[in-house]
């Protein structure tokens, strides 16, 4: 994840945090020049790009020998890509995605996408998938094919995508190593601010709240003396920590961020 990111759940937005378990009903959204990875309880990954919302509409898995997975998701806006996991050759997956007007229904998988511009664009990167909109039924089945729907007209033909148009795509949603990524397992913490008292850190973070930022307190004790810090912990490089704490510095006014290892 990069942020800023929120989830919205129940009319309530909050700043996405790493490893929150999300739940049906959940809205995403992703803010300017942000990045947000899902992975599903079957292991496939949804990556979203910035300015995006996705919504978690159902998600379900058969109690059953099976395993079946099911789930139907939301592009309500902003790029994203799905990409399959390997499933054991008895399970089964069932997986739509509505990407604004058209609807890609999806047994296995790598497809791209978004809701943007006026038009919905689906395109398959690998595998096949079937794409509903209006009156139509298409099938995706070569690699690098693409349906687009735009809003205030009809679809035209299936189009080949140009390798270098279709990386450029794929761009949109893919994590950027050294930007400010955070993950569930990331070792590095940047240590915003301290105040003596919890209290006098109360302003900065309702700001980071509402800019998207997700930040914890924690206590510490330097020469005897107790202090309250605010921190962001679970970035995946020290270079990822930094960047954001420039970002936050900047934008916030703090003093000099510094970045340590989770003890």
Partial sequence: MRFPAWVERAGV???????????TGDVLRTGAGARALLRLDEGSVVKLGAEARFAIREVRVADDQWGSFSALFDVLRGAFRFT?????????????????????????????GRARGGEDLVALIEGQVEIRHADRVVRLEQPASAYVAPRDGDAGPVSVVEAAQLAAWAGETEPIAGSGLQHADGIWVLHLAAAREAAGLDG??????????????????????????????????????????????????????????AR
Avoid at 13 to 23: D, I, N, S
Avoid at 217 to 236: I, K, N
């Fill in 204 to 261: 900065l973070v309702r700001a980071l709240q509402e800019a998207g930022v997700a930040p914890r307190l924690e206590a510490a004790e330097v020469d005897g003396v107790a202090w309250t810090r605010a921190v962001l912990p679970g970035f995946a490089s020290r270079a990822d920590a930094l960047a954001v704490g420039r970002a936050l510095r900047e934008r916030f006014a703090l003093p000099e961020p510094w970045v340590s290892t």
């Fill in 13 to 23: 937005a909050r700043p996405l945090e790493t490893g929150v378990r999300l739940e």
């Fill in 84 to 112: 399959t996991a390997s499933l054991g050759a008895q399970r089964r997956r069932d997986v739509t995605i509505a990407v604004g007007a058209v609807t890609a229904g999806i047994r296995g998988t790598d497809i791209w």
